[in-house]
């Protein structure tokens, strides 16, 4: 079974633009989650999605925002590029089904450097 | 709010010997999970063990062990006959038992192993 994938894996952006980031869950895992990683603040949860809907968020400035697809795909977008916002996106996916712990598998990440 | 905190930055050990690793969490809920995940340079974040806290025994899987202390808030990860596979960044992780929550990681460790 295919991993978590990311694109792009690698990107450079200027202040003041935008970005579109990409995840592509497990076959099968309805439920994607989003983290920012930093050395400063570490790993940080920005959002998740499940069957298309917002189930949880981070906090996160409004520049921040995502959606999902019906086929659970998930991108992520973040406008008005500030330089802090460089940092590795990381995108986890599960099962999210349940009551309890559904396993979360990470991509590789999309490092965003923002010039 | 949750809060998890790894004390050591970094660590290093030499090959084939044991490391201890630190991690103390602060929560008012009584039923939880703990992970310790393992990110080497390449960056896929993966599940090393995990931790339901209703159980008193304590998780282990192959060299990978941790000593959770349920009063005192502590998960440490013990990693014995270290390799040079484990250098990585290790992070504890922490989630409510309520339905689908988001992990709330510490700052992580950096863990050489030194031939």
């Known amino acids: 079974k295919a991993g978590v994938t990311q694109t792009p894996r690698y990107l450079i952006k200027t202040r003041g633009q935008q970005v579109t980031l990409s995840c592509s869950p497990i076959?099968?895992?309805?439920?994607v989650s989003w983290y920012q990683q930093t050395p400063g603040q570490g790993l940080q949860f920005l959002f998740e999605?499940?069957?298309?809907?917002?189930?949880n968020k981070g906090n996160f400035p409004g520049r921040f925002s995502g959606r999902q697809f019906s086929n659970s795909r998930s991108e992520m977008n973040v406008s008005t590029l500030e330089l802090g916002d460089s940092a590795l996106y990381l995108c986890?996916?599960?099962?999210?089904?349940?009551?309890?712990?559904?396993?979360?598998?990470f991509g590789p990440g999309t490092r965003l450097t923002v010039l | 709010a949750q809060t998890v905190t790894q004390s050591q930055p970094e660590m290093s050990v030499q090959e084939a010997e044991t490391v201890t690793l630190s991690c103390t969490y602060d929560?008012?809920?009584?039923?939880?999970?703990l992970f310790w995940y393992k990110q080497p340079p390449s960056r896929q974040m993966i599940l090393v063990i995990r931790?339901?806290?209703?159980?008193?025994q304590n998780a282990t899987e192959n060299r990978f062990s941790v000593n959770f202390q349920k009063a005192a808030k502590s998960f440490s990860l013990k990693i014995s006959d270290s390799q040079l596979g484990d250098t990585a960044m290790y992070f504890c992780?922490?989630?409510?038992?309520?339905?689908?929550?988001?992990?709330?990681f510490g700052k992580g460790t950096r863990l050489s192993v030194i031939a």
């Open positions: 986890a996916s599960s099962l999210g089904q349940g009551l309890f712990y559904n396993e979360q598998f």
């Open positions: 076959s099968g895992h309805r439920s």
């Open positions: 999605y499940f069957s298309e809907t917002q189930r």
């Open positions: 929560t008012s809920e009584s039923n939880y999970y």
């Open positions: 931790q339901e806290a209703y159980k008193q």
């Open positions: 992780a922490f989630m409510p038992q309520s339905g689908n929550t988001p992990l709330v």
